[in-house]
């Protein structure tokens, strides 16, 4: 057991130097071309642009940090003090985990349409876990004698290549629509179906129910060969990559935008990662269902005739749960995304906005808002600053930047730019690199939306 | 301008971000893992049934009327098959009979005084030889009157003999080589004589005899014997009955209220036969043998036999022996481990030969011997222990336990249990309670010695980490319970079928790294 939540800890501290939040900062970097990645209406500022491998991470650790997973003691040592981390959880707590590996893509004006075309590898992570499992886990069930407690947590790690095809054009002056059409090839899935552990234990001799109603599906990720000392559950990561970028794991989605301008002003919403994969290749689903009593052993009489040398409870206890392991396909929905904006022009350089981000993970809403401020500071160089708030989050500042050298370009955005200095003291990171190729720009130091004849730039 | 160099200056720094130096989390350990997992160990009801049957190797369990459990042990003391006995009879048969007269009457004297009415044949055959020194030749006629044929007639035969000459072999008769078979045949005799006649006649018709006129009875084998079969005494040989509820008593008293001794008897001989006591006593744990006083002892038992409109059946009889016709109460009361016995079987005790017997080819007699312990009684006191081998096997990262031990008792029958753990030498180095405090009450009983309602004690013992390990190590153990109805005073108890003990045991198993 200790040696499961010390890889789990290890593994929620290795992700958090990673640096990331939600993607709102690209949001707002107009004329780049990675912002369309938020809202394919929004178009980047050159008639072609290839983007090159670039990566994007988005961690989030609801309710505590590093400095509340690490402590020294006496010696110097640095230990993982989770009995702190316990009193920081809350009822439920949430692990979130992005992994976007944009590899290539292509963007051409051609005529009025921005067409776009690329590949994507995505790795999708979520757990809502309740605090009381981890009490359990780490303390054990002892402080909850005569209780009824829910441990059950909720799972969805995904790996897929996204193939996607786009375009946007002008519906009406200063309206421009835009849609991206993907074709998703997964690689590997783990998911729950049905999430509910309710384990009581009883005051009389500690008698354990556990009422389950647990269904995991797993592609390629996890082999289950029942629970005992030999086998077990055997996690299998090699699959989390995209060496492989076709598979019978299939699906489909899409995202829309839509960018409208009004004089200085232009708004925006999009909805992103609509659609959802089905999972086909040795997909599994394990199932643990019903009610699970142990009420002790009945070994009194075996013990009397002298026939019981060694009495195991772990052993009896694996026994007790039957997992039932069925081969089925099925359907897992992506992560929806929603933005919402509104920028104004305020100067020649300056631009203010505001946004509304929505994601969307099994049942839950996670909302940000924010406020950002973005000036071009040369012609080669823009930047800018978000100052967002989520709720299970305190007030962030982010800041992002955009350099070119040549037809070179080079960005870089993070959410939550504090982080980077106090690492430790956060509980989410993101952050998000690219590298473009760009070609044909319309009107130096211009700002496209500027342009007051659209026609006039898409021409050029 | 200057805004837009620190601008810059942050520009620059953004992209240098993502470089704390995050080593130290490498060597993040753990630190020392104390949970504490609550779980049901044991959770058992054993009925007394349970628990006696699984030390029972020797006797059994019964539930009698009123549900009250009884030890049984049981054991021969007598068993004959009738071949025994009939086999002594053709023994006492002679194999050649001398035909000196023409009406012959034979008296038979057969074993043991016979005085036979009957007798059927199972097989056998009958010959005779005879030969003829007269000068003429002889017509036989042979009647074996006590002989008769399942048809009614006796056996016959008739045969001529040629006239002797003077010299050479007289002429003979034989059938040696072909005998009658006797297998349809029973032997009828008259006042207990065997009558034959025969005749001799030349052919003028002259009256002569038949010279050195045998004739034999061989390979007899009966089917049924009828008469006064006389006094034989049938040895019947020492034997024990075990009685194994002490094996593993420690000391202490228990007083069984109602024990009994019974002597079950099936008999298929048609004859009287009486059990012939010759030692019968109680050997007691101390090593004490105690004899069992009883008229029916002195006297002997006789056995219900069946008549001769019975043949065939069985015959069944009962003795029992208890605390009114003996001394049987105080010798069970006091920790019996063995009964011994030597009894013979005496047929025809009375040596009356009025009466008449029967012994078919399939009779026989068994006397078999029941030691009845109700378990009704008291206990002071009483202590088995059983010593167990043990294996704890890994206990992991358990550090401390701490045991909640539920007992509920039905009995009315104080139980007081520890468990010791002994080393490889068997020394003890620890045991589960710190005293030797009963545990489990005895539930309070009626005036018929039937518990009221069951008792309900909880008990926490505390294992810290030395104990823990000493106990991890301990190859054996030895569970200990003591018996005592001090509850329930000097009222006896009733110990029914029905009637159990519940243990539950849970933990709360301390948990760390190592």
């Not at chain 1, 130097?17 to 071309?33: E, N, Y």
């Not at chain 1, 992005?98 to 994507?120: A, C, E, R, Y």
């Not at chain 1, 299998?236 to 489909?252: A, E, P, Q, V």
């Amino acid at each position: 057991m200790q040696k499961f939540l010390l890889h789990i800890c290890c593994l929620m501290l290795l992700t958090l130097p990673l640096q990331a939040q939600q993607d709102i900062g690209i949001h707002f970097m107009q004329g780049v071309w990675q912002s369309n990645i938020t809202n394919p209406a929004s178009m980047p500022s050159h008639k072609f642009v290839l983007a090159l491998p670039g990566f994007y991470n988005q961690t989030r650790i609801d309710n505590f940090n590093i400095n509340d997973v690490i402590r020294k003691d006496d010696q110097g040592n640095t230990l993982i003090d989770l009995d702190n981390v316990l009193d920081k959880m809350d009822v439920e707590n949430i692990i979130r985990q992005q992994v976007d590996i944009p590899t290539v893509s292509l963007g051409v004006k051609i005529n009025q349409l921005f067409l776009q075309i690329g590949h994507s590898f995505h790795v999708n992570g979520y757990l809502d876990y309740p605090k009381k499992l981890a009490q359990v886990a780490w303390q054990g069930n002892a402080q909850f004698i005569g209780e009824t407690i829910d441990i059950g947590p909720d799972v969805l790690a995904q790996a897929y290549n996204s193939f996607f095809v786009g375009v946007a054009g002008e519906i009406a002056p200063g309206v421009v629509i835009g849609g991206r059409f993907k074709v998703l090839s997964g690689t590997a899935d783990l998911s729950t179906q049905r999430r509910s552990l309710q384990l009581t234990t009883d005051t009389e001799i500690y008698q354990t129910q556990l009422d389950a109603d647990f269904v995991v599906n797993s592609t390629g990720v996890i082999n289950f060969e029942g629970f005992n000392r030999n086998t077990g559950v055997d996690f299998n990561d090699s699959n989390i990559n995209f060496d492989r970028l076709i598979s019978s794991n299939y699906g489909l989605a899409f995202d829309l935008g839509v960018q409208a301008r009004f004089g200085d002003w232009t708004f925006a919403a999009s909805a992103l990662d609509i659609g959802s994969i089905t999972w086909r290749e040795d997909a599994k689903k394990l199932s643990l269902e019903g009610n699970f009593e142990f009420q002790g052993l009945d070994i009194l009489k075996d013990v009397l005739l002298d026939s019981v040398s060694t009495i195991s409870l772990v052993d009896t206890l694996e026994t007790q749960y039957n997992v039932v392991e069925t081969s089925a396909s099925y359907t897992t929905d992506l992560p929806a995304k929603y933005y919402f904006s509104a920028t104004i022009q305020a100067t020649d350089t300056w631009r203010i906005g505001g946004l509304a981000y929505v994601e969307q993970y099994r049942e839950k809403f996670q909302t940000t808002v924010g406020l950002s401020a973005n000036v071009q500071l040369f012609d080669f160089l823009s930047a800018g600053a978000i100052y967002s708030f989520t709720e299970s989050e305190s007030f962030r500042l982010g800041a992002n930047t955009a350099i070119r050298l040549g037809p070179v370009q080079l960005i870089a955005a993070t959410d939550n730019l504090i982080t980077a200095f106090q690492v430790q003291e956060s509980n989410s990171a993101n952050f998000r690199l690219g590298l473009n190729l760009l070609l044909g720009k319309v009107n130096r130091g211009i700002d496209p939306d500027k342009i007051e004849n659209q026609d006039d730039f898409f021409r050029n | 301008m200057q805004l837009k160099n620190q601008l810059l200056g942050l520009t620059l720094s953004l992209l240098t971000i993502g470089c704390v130096d995050f080593n130290s989390l490498g060597d993040a350990k753990l630190p020392d893992y104390q949970a504490e997992f609550a779980v049901p160990l044991v959770n058992s009801r054993l009925t007394i049934a349970d628990i006696l049957d699984v030390n029972q190797t020797i006797g059994s369990l019964e539930v009698g009327a009123d549900n009250t459990l009884q030890l049984i042990y049981r054991g021969d003391v007598l068993k004959r098959q009738s071949n025994e006995i009939l086999e002594q009879f053709q023994s006492s048969f002679p194999p050649f009979i001398p035909v000196f007269s023409k009406d012959l009457r034979l008296p038979l004297n057969l074993l043991n005084g016979l005085e036979l009415d009957q007798l059927i044949f199972k097989a056998g055959g009958f010959t005779y030889y005879l030969e003829n020194e007269n000068d003429q030749g002889l017509q036989i006629d042979f009647e074996f009157s006590s002989l008769i044929h399942e048809d009614g007639t006796p056996l016959q035969f008739s045969l001529n003999l040629d006239a002797y000459t003077g010299t050479g072999a007289k002429p003979f008769a034989t059938n040696q080589s072909e005998p009658i078979d006797l297998t349809a045949y029973r032997l009828v005799p008259e006042d207990n004589e065997i009558v034959l006649k025969y005749s001799a006649q030349s052919s003028e018709g002259e009256a002569l005899n038949a010279s050195n006129f045998v004739i034999g009875l061989n390979d007899l084998d009966f089917s049924y014997i009828e008469g006064y079969l006389g006094q034989l005494e049938i040895p019947g040989g020492r034997d024990t009955v075990n009685i194994d509820f002490f094996e593993n008593y420690t000391n202490g008293e228990i007083y069984f209220d109602e024990p009994q001794v019974s002597f079950f008897i099936d008999n298929s001989f048609g004859v009287p036969t009486r059990a012939l006591v010759k030692e019968f006593f109680v050997e007691t744990l101390s090593g004490a043998q105690l004899p069992v006083m009883s008229p029916l002892i002195d006297a002997g038992v006789d056995f219900p036999f069946p008549t001769l409109d019975q043949i065939g059946q069985i015959a069944k009889g009962e003795v029992l022996v208890n605390n009114s016709n003996s001394n049987i109460d105080t010798l069970l009361s006091a920790n019996p481990i063995r009964v011994i016995y030597d009894v013979d079987a005496l047929i025809n005790p009375e040596a009356d030969s009025d009466i008449a017997g029967f012994v078919t080819d399939s009779s026989f007699f068994d006397v078999q011997m029941e030691v009845r312990l109700p378990l009704l009684g008291r206990a002071e006191g009483f202590r088995a222990t059983d010593t167990l081998s043990f294996d704890l096997g890994n206990t992991g990262n358990i550090n401390s336990a701490e045991f909640k031990i539920i007992t509920e008792n039905e009995l009315g029958v104080d139980v007081g249990l520890q468990v010791y753990f002994l080393d490889d030498q068997k020394n003890p180095i620890d045991s589960l309670f710190l005293e030797n405090s009963a545990i489990i009450k005895g539930a309070t009983v009626d005036d018929s010695g039937v518990p009221i309602a069951s008792e309900s004690v909880t008990t926490f013992v505390d294992f810290d980490q030395s104990r823990v390990e000493k106990v991890e190590d301990a190859p054996f153990m030895v569970l200990e319970a003591r018996f005592s109805t001090e509850t329930n005073a000097q009222q006896s108890v009733r110990i029914q079928n029905t009637q159990g003990v519940t243990i539950r045991i849970g933990a709360i198993l301390g948990l760390s790294n190592d």
